[in-house]
């Protein structure tokens, strides 16, 4: 299983979940999260986390 965070660009036109899903899909994970949501109509960097990931993006004042 992958263990880290991935940073993407989440595009126009989807949620931040949908973003995940389809990350969680295209990677076969079975656990992912997000540590922000952004509305479906903004773009911006989202970040994606799985496995030990999980646990270090409930405190983003960790990721520098």
Known sequence: M??????INK???ITSA??????KKKL??????HTG?????????LLICFKC???VGKYPFLLG
């Open 2 to 7: 992958i263990n880290g965070i991935l940073n």
């Open 18 to 23: 949908k973003a995940v899903s389809k990350i």
């Open 11 to 13: 595009p126009e036109g």
């Open 53 to 55: 990931g999980n646990k």
């Open 37 to 45: 949501t952004l509305d479906p109509f903004a773009t911006g960097i």
């Open 28 to 33: 076969q994970l079975k656990k992912a999260g």
